[in-house]
Nanobody
Framework: QLQVVESGGGLVQPGGSVRLSCVAS????????VAWSRQAPGKEREGVSC????????NYVDSVQGRFTISRDNMKNTVYLQMNNLKPEDTAIYYC??????????????????WGQGTQVTVSS
């Protein structure tokens, strides 16, 4: 069973930054593409970003392009989401998930069977 644990969320002011971590447990992320999604109250889950197993292909939803950066450190079995210039509309629970896929990366949440417990990011002054 693939288990991932998200961390790094919190309360941040508009314009601020936060880095989320997604750590895999019980398996190596080396051959897995990883995605981040988010869900705000009353809204559907939205794919935010994804990264290929080799880290050479990334994708972002338009609303975060240029502000968020996804990266991975396979030695640490961890994928990161650096979030800069945060806006109140970025407030949500952020989740990560992984699956084996060698054709690039998949940003659509429906492509993943199991997500972590999530970490709350609140952007407010």
């Amino acid at each position: 069973q693939l288990q991932v644990v998200e961390s790094g969320g919190g309360l941040v002011q508009p314009g601020g930054s936060v880095r989320l971590s997604c750590v895999a447990s019980g398996f190596s992320l080396n051959y897995y593409t990883v995605a981040w999604s988010r869900q705000a109250p009353g809204k559907e889950r939205e794919g935010v970003s994804c990264i290929s197993h080799a880290g050479d292909i990334t994708n972002y939803v338009d609303s975060v392009q240029g502000r968020f950066t996804i990266s991975r450190d396979n030695m640490k079995n961890t994928v990161y989401l650096q979030m800069n210039n945060l806006k109140p509309e970025d407030t949500a629970i952020y989740y990560c998930a992984a699956r084996q896929y060698f054709g690039g990366c998949l940003i659509t949440p429906a492509e993943y069977r199991q997500w972590g417990q999530g970490t709350q990011v609140t952007v407010s002054s």
